[in-house]
């Protein structure tokens, strides 16, 4: 049984088009991220959700709006695409914030968004 | 603002023998944790072990130790015996505390390599 699961694991798509990635998370954590990993490897925090109130909103083009429709889920959906936005997403998921073993992010398997 | 950085982009090691993966970070906080994820070719990010800045010792987990100087703000994975699965991505991360706690900032990873 899958802890954090992202959808779909391959997405292929042209410019121009709008897609959207989804997460859920079963372990019952509080505290939501979205992760870029560009072709170098570097990893950069775009979103974080606590209790389905966006946290972090880093600097990231207005083209991609998170959306937590409740604190097991968060979905993001990109409008636009542009070739610059081809990497991996991934999705993790915390239960709290504060510092403590316990609250390591625990990550999807990523979500590999080309497009041509 | 925290940064972490990972000066070896790449790293070879003969297996059974040990490898130290370096990890310097910088931050204005005086409490953080610091992460190491491993991230195979397979895509997914393992956890793999916490540091507190406040934990007196260093951290263990199996065959992973972390070598913590504050002093020098380094915080080093140690994996002894090294196996031919271990050959990975390596990243480091840091959390601190405020407003920066929802998040996990990345170094830029080590690549090790295995050599049987």
């Known amino acids: 049984d899958t802890a954090v699961s992202q959808t779909p694991k391959y997405l292929v798509t042209q410019m121009g088009n709008d897609k959207s990635i989804k997460c859920e998370q079963n372990l019952g954590h509080d505290t939501m991220y979205w992760y870029k990993q560009d072709s170098k490897k570097f990893l950069k925090i775009m979103f974080s959700y606590n209790n389905k109130e966006l946290i972090i909103n880093e600097t990231v083009p207005n083209r991609f709006s998170p959306k937590s429709p409740d604190k097991a889920h968060l979905n993001l959906h990109i409008n636009s695409l542009e070739l610059g936005d081809s990497a991996v997403y991934f999705c993790a998921s915390s239960q709290g914030h504060r510092l403590s073993g316990a609250n390591v992010l625990t990550f999807g398997a990523g979500s590999r968004l080309t497009v041509l | 603002a925290q940064k972490i950085t990972q000066t070896q982009p790449g790293m070879f090691v003969q297996e059974k023998e040990a490898v130290t993966l370096d990890c310097t970070y910088d931050?204005?906080?005086?409490?953080?944790?610091l992460f190491w994820y491993k991230q195979p070719s397979s895509g997914e990010m393992i956890f793999l072990i916490y540091q507190g800045s406040y934990d007196e010792q260093n951290a263990t987990e199996g065959r992973y130790s972390l070598n913590f100087q504050k002093a020098r703000k380094s915080a080093n994975l140690v994996i002894s015996a090294s196996q031919l699965g271990d050959s990975a991505m390596y990243f480091c991360a840091m959390r601190a505390t405020g407003a920066g706690s929802y998040q996990l900032t990345f170094g830029k990873g080590t690549k090790l390599s295995v050599i049987p």
């Open positions: 931050t204005s906080d005086q409490s953080y944790g």
